[in-house]
């Protein structure tokens, strides 16, 4: 016997659910950029530019700042939003005071959730922290990925590579290994056939490129060929924005060349490093 369906005054509730929630997104989106070209905002301005970023991208890039929770109680309650649901979402979160912050956002521009940039934590499993639910179960597209990806680990690589002109280029969050099967899946039927993953150079990139490699061999996946970036050419650098500084933005541009066939460095250098 078939379920029978939801009333329809539980549908539209759901629905105006939905769209309450998308509004608290935006409007949190607006008071943390609004905050980091502010004043109070200084200090997580030098961040970014040290970081990496030029300082005339700052008021272009899709970030913000959160000074403290009252801050952004009143802000988001200035908007018209209810700080309640901005609580029930996990957005008000006393941890994130002085935090870099951004939205996550689907294919389609609609924001999922939020994160917090934490630099200073060593481990990259800790370098994010995210509201409510977690991380999404979509890659961070800086730029709409066309038949070619690059796929690097930090959120803010992404926003650095776009900004110095990388075509398509999305974030993890975290390890290359948290890269699933089903993420490489719907890349594949968005179009995407090329993929070059830049790892860390250390046993948890290695790790995590041998992942790739591995969830890649699912049917789903078979029309989409990865490519690794060779970790040696890196000039040392752990992540793209170190990188930068090193070797300058000149060096983005050589990330093709500096390229290999996965199966090249499973077979080749994984064995030898």
Do not use: K
């Amino acid at each position: 016997m078939l379920a029978s369906a939801p009333p329809a005054d539980t549908i539209v509730e759901g629905l105006a659910r939905r769209q309450r929630r998308l509004c608290v997104l935006e409007a949190m989106r607006d008071a943390t950029h609004r905050a980091l070209l502010g004043p109070v905002g200084r200090h997580a301005r030098d961040a970014l530019i040290e970081w990496g970023f030029p300082e005339p991208s700052l008021p272009g890039l899709d970030l913000g700042y959160v000074p403290d929770p009252a801050f952004l109680t009143r802000e988001l309650e200035r908007s018209g939003a209810l700080a309640s649901e901005a609580e029930d979402a996990g957005l008000i979160q006393p941890t994130w005071s002085g935090r870099v912050v951004g939205p996550w956002r689907n294919e389609h521009g609609r924001i999922l959730t939020f994160f917090a940039w934490r630099p200073e934590r060593a481990d990259r499993l800790d370098r994010y922290a995210f509201a409510g639910s977690g991380r999404p179960p979509t890659l961070f597209a800086a730029s709409p990925p066309g038949r070619h990806l690059f796929v690097v680990e930090g959120l803010l690589d992404a926003l650095l590579g776009s900004c110095y002109g990388m075509d398509g280029v999305a974030g993890v969050g975290g390890p290359l290994s948290q890269l699933s099967p089903s993420q490489l899946a719907r890349l594949a039927l968005g179009g995407v056939r090329e993929l070059t993953l830049l790892p860390a150079h250390d046993e948890a990139g290695r790790a995590g490129v041998l992942a790739v490699l591995e969830h890649a061999e699912s049917p789903d996946c078979s029309c989409i060929e990865v490519f690794v970036v060779d970790p040696a050419m890196m000039a040392g650098a752990r992540d793209l924005a170190e990188l930068v500084r090193r070797a300058g933005t000149r060096a983005l541009t050589e990330l093709n060349s500096w390229r290999m066939e996965g199966e090249v460095y499973r077979t080749v250098l994984v064995p030898w490093q």
